[in-house]
């Protein structure tokens, strides 16, 4: 009797299948042998009990359960009879992705897959088609709910790989809050994956044809397609995208993230790979655009029409990039700009977040300074920057201090240009930066001090002046609390102890320039952005721009590096960060590309490339989007955010402003943010 109902029901199945999907007598066979292997699943698959049990192109909807529907593509090519698995990303404490369905293409590509909608643990969904680290393609899908009906293609492989390369590994996803969901989110900037289609994001302003990254991101496409299409055909794509220290990757999705995670390797020879192709995806680089790196890179303006001059951004706890501006907007490059009295927030996404742009709480004119503070309220430093024909100057004397929310709980007199905190004689304030005990150090470059706030109670300041150093710029700590603050007119920083107290004499040497960024890594060491020819107008100064510049290592305790650091592109170094794998990226106020140099540990470097030496080709990391850059921040997911501040040629007494967030995408390893006192990373391991 069992039997008997057994075959019926086989033939019920077989029945159903013929109705939905039309197939040919071969398909028909292959999907019974689906159905038979189903009866009498793995043991691997049989332990889920949210796995679909009938491994075939079309699925119904069972209780609990809900069907993805999708297609597999090779650019207009359906890729037939593949095997197509849903997973969950792993979390912390597993070993591998959970498989949540799978399913196999029929002969037009398309396939469905039933799975456990609820109840269950939640997670980040990706599928991949192929069998076991042979991955053919892939898609990010994100948090439940996921779209109900998927493209799977080359392009929809390229985000993925891309957005979510620092935590690929093989053909498992690790799932990391907030980067891993960030990173998955941040595919739709670049892909639709209802569709299989470029997103709007990539090819609308200030993206699409206005940069070069739509062409890059069809030739990483195309470079898949052979791949893709014959197995047979990957060894030269393995073999090109295999890590300067690694093992060769067995996968589409694999390939991709050690490209993002190696852009220089190998550049030259992926670019004729691409060429190769016969240009199935649509505009792509062509015989004169060989990039010495592949960058994804987009750019972000919010509504178009109120960022302009951002000047230094800090990334919270969500992945969310809270940015300062200088000037208040205008289209024109002639129009006298005043200083902007707007804060702004962007999603991990590059959109404005709800409620964005804030005011109030005395912001005018911002500048360098933004930070973060223990308990999540952001401060910033009130410059005052304004352009020189402003008939309304700005004030240069205050911080302000917000909610997480966006609301200031700084003093703004209605009716008044003034507000902010000016406790401590704060005078044109640049660095504003929290240590981990909450105290707020203020490098003030109008009167040569720091104002320190403890624990961030303005009337509990102590003004520390005769440091020895002029123009404070930025403020840095070690492992022990020390704080680090450049002064950018004495070519010297300062060491003072956590109480404000001096820690030594003042640290010269070591190429130290007009200093302006400065940063830790996560062992207390100090790395200084030397511009060589920037000084800072606090009121005098003088920005010549020239190309000259370098990097100074000063150690934890004092000592410094008698040579200074230079290649990868270095050009007046502005902004300066550190990420979770302690190398070391610099934003470069000259020559539209942003440069890596290798950390304090070597091994997360390429073989032969040593602490202070450069990861970024000669002409570094460029990209023809990119302005005049005085800022760069590495959020949750390992992406890189640059400010466009000034136009690359600027008018400063009228219009310098630039307009653009920038976000080179998935190419360092990401941190545990917000950044207060020396990075923390979000891996404890760069994926292989």
Not at 106 to 123: L, T, V
């Amino acid at each position: 009797m069992r039997e008997h109902e057994l075959a019926g029901g086989r033939r019920k199945s077989m029945a159903v299948l013929r109705v939905m999907t039309g197939m040919s007598g071969l398909v028909v066979a292959l999907v019974v042998a689906g159905l038979v292997a189903g009866a009498h699943p793995a043991p691997a698959l049989a332990a889920a009990s949210a796995v679909s049990p009938v491994p075939a192109c079309t699925a119904a909807s069972l209780a609990h359960r809900a069907v993805l529907k999708g297609e597999l593509r090779s650019a207009r090519r359906p890729l037939a009879f593949t095997r197509v698995t849903l997973y969950r990303a792993a979390s912390r404490g597993e070993r591998r992705a959970t498989v949540l369905g799978t399913a196999r293409s029929c002969a037009d590509g398309s396939f469905a897959i039933s799975y456990r909608s609820r109840p269950g643990p939640a997670g980040i969904l990706y599928v991949v088609a192929g069998r076991g680290a042979r991955v053919r393609l892939a898609a990010a899908l994100g948090p439940a709910p996921v779209p109900r009906k998927i493209v799977v293609n080359e392009r929809t492989t390229v985000a993925a790989g891309f957005a979510l390369a620092q935590f690929i590994t093989g053909a498992k996803i690790l799932d990391r809050a907030p980067g891993t969901g960030n990173g998955a989110a941040m595919t739709r900037d670049l892909v639709n994956v209802r569709s299989g289609r470029l997103s709007r994001v990539l090819t609308k302003s200030p993206n699409g044809a206005q940069t070069s990254t739509l062409r890059t991101f069809n030739s990483l496409s195309n470079m898949l397609v052979g791949c893709v299409r014959s197995h047979a055909r990957c060894g030269r794509l393995y073999r090109l995208a295999t890590p300067p220290r690694g093992t060769a990757p067995k996968g589409t999705l694999a390939a991709v993230a050690d490209i993002a995670r190696n852009p220089s390797h190998n550049a030259r020879a992926l670019f004729a790979l691409a060429r190769s192709q016969r240009g199935h995806y649509r505009p792509a680089l062509g015989p004169r655009g060989r990039p010495d790196a592949w960058i994804l890179a987009l750019r972000f303006y919010g509504d178009g029409h109120s960022l302009e001059g951002p000047g230094n951004s800090a990334i919270d706890a969500h992945g969310n990039v809270w940015v300062t501006a200088n000037y208040t907007y205008s289209a024109s490059p002639t129009a006298p700009v005043c200083g902007s009295r707007l804060l702004f927030k962007l999603t991990p996404t590059g959109r404005y977040a709800p409620g964005s742009p804030y005011s109030g709480g005395g912001v005018n004119g911002a500048g360098y300074g933004i930070t973060f503070d223990p308990h999540s309220n952001i401060w910033v430093g009130n410059f005052g920057f304004a352009a020189t024909a402003c008939t309304h100057q700005p004030p240069h004397n205050s911080v302000s201090e917000f909610t997480p929310s966006g609301k200031p709980l700084s003093p703004s007199p209605a009716g008044t240009s003034w507000g902010g905190f000016t406790q401590g004689g704060v005078s044109w304030p640049q660095g504003t930066v929290s240590d981990r005990h909450g105290n707020i150090w203020i490098a003030n470059c109008g009167n040569d001090t720091v104002t320190r706030y403890a624990h961030g109670n303005p009337d509990a300041f102590t003004s520390l002046g005769g440091l020895g150093i002029s123009k404070p710029f930025d403020v840095a700590f070690n492992t022990r609390g020390q704080a680090f603050v450049d002064g950018n007119a004495s070519n010297s920083v300062a060491m003072l102890n956590p109480d404000g107290t001096p820690a030594r004499t003042p640290i010269t040497g070591g190429g130290l320039n007009q200093p302006l960024g400065i940063a830790a890594d996560t062992g207390g060491n100090i790395w200084v952005a030397n511009s060589a020819t920037v000084g800072i107008p606090c009121p005098n100064g003088s920005i010549k721009h020239t190309g000259e510049g370098s990097v100074t290592l000063i150690h934890s305790n004092g000592r410094v590096d008698r040579t200074p650091l230079t290649g990868g592109g270095l050009s007046t170094p502005w902004g300066i960060a550190v990420d979770g794998n302690d190398n070391v990226w610099v934003a470069n106020f000259s020559g539209r590309r942003v440069s890596e140099l290798c950390g304090i540990r070597p091994a997360k470097c390429p073989p032969g490339v040593r602490t202070g030496q450069p990861i970024s080709p000669a002409s570094g990391y460029g990209f023809n989007g990119l302005q005049r850059n005085t800022s760069v921040q590495i959020d949750p997911t390992g992406n890189v955010w640059i400010t466009n501040n000034w136009r690359l040629l600027p008018r400063p007494f009228e219009n310098p402003g630039g307009y653009h967030m920038v976000v080179y995408i998935g190419v360092a390893g990401p941190l545990k943010t917000p950044l207060i006192g020396p990075p923390r990373p979000l891996l404890n391991q760069r994926p292989r």
